[in-house]
């Protein structure tokens, strides 16, 4: 029913889309990404996109990537798709050489249950790059 695919944030209809996505599923929480850095994904229903998520070079922690952002169109949440997103993700990162994935969520008990689903640890990063409120996330890529 999905079909998800890593797409060319550099392309400037496909960077429009997840622009788009990005204000639907963030509303004004968070600041639209800079789609040209990292690596991005769709997924479709039916060649509609219905969610999006993004991972990035960590400015924090050397030799990790940062899954930066991930959403999903209400009417499409509960099938699993940011798990299905962070498995691909995974891959890439997996294909990239890095050693980790870390990442921060802050109240957002869905999402923290899908970063234990896909075997995520909570950790104490040197310095705390989100809020005073945010658990952090690392997964080691063997
Ligand atoms: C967080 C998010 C990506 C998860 O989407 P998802 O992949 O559909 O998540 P899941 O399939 O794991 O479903 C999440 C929960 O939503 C519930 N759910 C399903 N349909 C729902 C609906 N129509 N309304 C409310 N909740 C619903 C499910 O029961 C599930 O609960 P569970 O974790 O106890 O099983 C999505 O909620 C979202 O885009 N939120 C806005 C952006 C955001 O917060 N991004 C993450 C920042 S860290």
Known sequence: MYRIREIDGD???IAETLSELHRMTFLQAASIPHFDEGHWWLASCESEPVAFAGVVPS??????????R????????????QL???????ARVRRNGWCSIVSDTTENL?????????GYRLFEPERRWAWSNSLYWRKAIG
């Open 11 to 13: 392309n400037e209809e």
């Open 59 to 68: 400015a924090f922690i050397s030799n990790a990537g940062y899954f930066s």
């Open 84 to 90: 299905r997103l962070m498995r691909a993700m995974e």
């Open 70 to 81: 991930v959403g999903v169109l209400r009417a499409h949440w509960g099938n699993r798709l």
């Open 110 to 118: 869905s999402s923290a249950n899908n970063f234990i689903r896909a």
